[in-house]
């Protein structure tokens, strides 16, 4: 039931599409957001420096991870911080949410 509260949550605010694929170059994080000007990408795995997302078509962006190993992330879409729909989450030590990818 908690699933589906979240799920509807993200459905009505009109969160970002988000999806993941392993690509030869390594795992593929992909964001759609038609609006977005400007995508950053910060990860546990550089210590949540920030990475600019390559925009691949128009409204999709991309961030490459170098390495298959869990991370917890999140973005900030021009200058707002985004958590994504994704499989897991948890919070943060700000008191908002983060995701957490897990190979």
Do not use: N
């Not at 605010?13 to 170059?25: D, I, K, L």
């Not at 957001?33 to 420096?49: H, L, P, Q």
Request: net charge neutral; hydrophobic share 40%.
């Amino acid at each position: 039931m908690r699933i589906l509260l979240i799920i509807l949550i993200f459905v009505i605010g009109g969160c970002s599409p988000h999806w993941v694929r392993h690509e030869a170059q390594g795992v593929a994080l992909y964001l759609k957001d038609r609006d977005a000007e400007a995508v950053v990408f910060y990860s546990s795995i550089d210590g949540f420096s920030p990475q600019r997302a390559e925009k691949v078509r128009k409204g999709v962006w991309r961030v490459i991870l170098p390495v298959d190993r869990e991370c917890r992330y999140f973005y900030r879409i021009d200058g707002h911080v985004v958590t994504p729909s994704c499989a897991q989450r948890e919070y943060d030590d700000f008191g908002g949410e983060i995701c957490i990818y897990s190979p």
